[in-house]
């Protein structure tokens, strides 16, 4: 009988100052009004930062990636709040300018007015500037900006959207060029993420052709399903496209002797089998002392390992939890948690444990194991395994393969792949 190992290792945004309306300052400080992006609310502007990091902003509330609470955003962004008394943001996009090294890259954002340059979370010199200052033909009170690097455009530029109007900002000769996105709905925000475009309206959103507005495939699509980490709230949401196309990162994946891999995301566990075929469910069915949110995954031999104390399963129609568990990461692995991936290869007996950009190595026969051999990796990641094609790392929306183990120690950073494109067959 098999033996399933499973371990668990042991706002706000910028707060406008209103001073004509106090008790519009007070609703603003109120817990209460701090806004849950999982109850379908409409976001003002979405860009990312200098990492990639997706930044949704809603009134005065900044979140950051694809879960957590909202904060304030006057706490990473100081400036917005010292000099403007409004409750939102009107449309941001990070700059694409690589001819301009001294600005590609800068955080812009448009409030109501005025435009603020941003690098590295802190504000340019000279700003804010007038819309017509920096952005000529450009309307104010905007509604949404994306940026559209060359080749994706025919030069850098910016698009603007204020109702239906849609402008494209050349950046190279000032040009503005209004364009008719027909098969497009008016959009609230609008981003650029993974090479590809999505406009936002309300809490759907549709992906489209920056040159043309052409929307292609099953849109308008809910936001949540796919830019939040949401509890399944709509039955009428496919719950496998959600999974296998959503842009949050995986917490953890493995694969088996078998080649069937298994992938954990939040409450979801996803198993992609080796014909392809997709199956999704919430990780209690199956592991129901694990309930979410693994951290890490590795299978070693024939047993499954899920890393959150250590809880043994005994595999059968019912999985039942051994007697002498949970244990904890430090008496399994030797190392204190929480690690962020682990990974096994089938030509060795140890298990790979990733924290940080730190590795370590642990002997699984050994009767005490410890974590030697401590060494530095290419980056941090948030999930790893091994199969018979090397070694694959996950950080954030992509995947990296290294052909050997060794490769993960070089300086050469190999090829970038899309986690949902790639690794789970989505269209988009």
């Known amino acids: 009988m098999k033996l399933l190992l499973v371990l668990s290792l042991c706002l706000l945004a910028p707060l406008k100052r209103d001073t004509d309306n106090q008790k519009l300052l007070t609703k603003w400080r109120s817990p209460a009004a701090v806004p849950d992006r999982c109850q379908g609310i409409e976001m003002d502007a979405v860009t990312v930062n200098e990492d990639g990091i997706p930044y949704f902003f809603h009134s005065g509330f900044l979140f950051k990636g694809f879960h957590g609470a909202a904060e304030r955003a006057n706490e990473t962004f100081t400036e917005l709040d010292e000099h403007q008394h409004l409750g939102h943001v009107d449309a941001a996009f990070r700059l694409h300018y690589e001819d301009h090294p001294t600005e590609h890259n800068n955080i812009i954002f448009f409030l109501d007015t005025q435009i603020f340059s941003y690098y590295q979370h802190k504000l340019e010199g000279g700003y804010p500037k007038n ?66 475009y999505y406009c936002f309206h309300g809490h759907n959103f549709s992906k489209f052709d920056p040159k043309t507005g052409e929307v292609h495939g099953r849109y308008p699509k809910e936001a949540r399903d796919f830019f939040m980490r949401c509890s399944k709230f709509s039955d009428d949401s496919d719950h496998v496209e959600r999974e296998r196309c959503s842009r949050a990162h995986l917490d953890a994946i493995t694969a088996d002797n078998e080649g069937d891999m298994f992938a954990f995301r939040g409450q979801s566990f996803i198993c992609k089998e080796v014909n392809d075929t997709l199956k999704v469910e919430p990780i209690e069915l199956t592991f129901k002392e694990v309930k979410s949110d693994v951290d890490a995954a590795f299978t070693f031999k024939d047993d499954l390992y899920l890393v959150k104390h250590v809880f043994a399963y005994r595999v059968g129609e019912n999985h039942t939890l051994l007697d002498g568990y949970p244990k904890t990461v430090k008496e399994e692995l030797g190392i204190e948690g929480p690690i962020d991936s682990a990974f096994s290869c089938d030509e060795h007996q140890h298990v790979h444990v990733v924290k940080g ?40 929306n992509h995947f990296y393969h290294f052909d050997t183990l060794k490769l993960l120690f070089s300086r050469a950073v190999p090829e970038r792949h899309q986690v949902s494109l790639e690794l789970f067959g989505c269209d988009h």
């Open 131 to 196: 819309i017509s200052e920096v952005y000529p033909g450009i309307p104010d009170h905007l509604d949404a900006a994306v940026e559209c690097p060359k080749p994706e455009c025919e030069e850098d530029s910016v698009i603007f959207f204020k109702g239906d109007e849609i402008f494209h900002f050349n950046f190279k000769t000032k040009a503005v060029e209004m364009k008719e996105f027909t098969s497009m709905p008016n959009c609230t925000s609008a981003f650029r993420f993974m090479e590809h």
């Open 357 to 396: 950009q730190l590795m370590y190595d642990v002997d699984m026969a050994a009767s005490e194991r410890n974590a030697t051999n401590e060494r530095s990796i290419m980056f941090p990641s948030d999930a790893a395994m091994c199969g018979p094609r090397g070694v694959t790392l996950v950080k954030g």
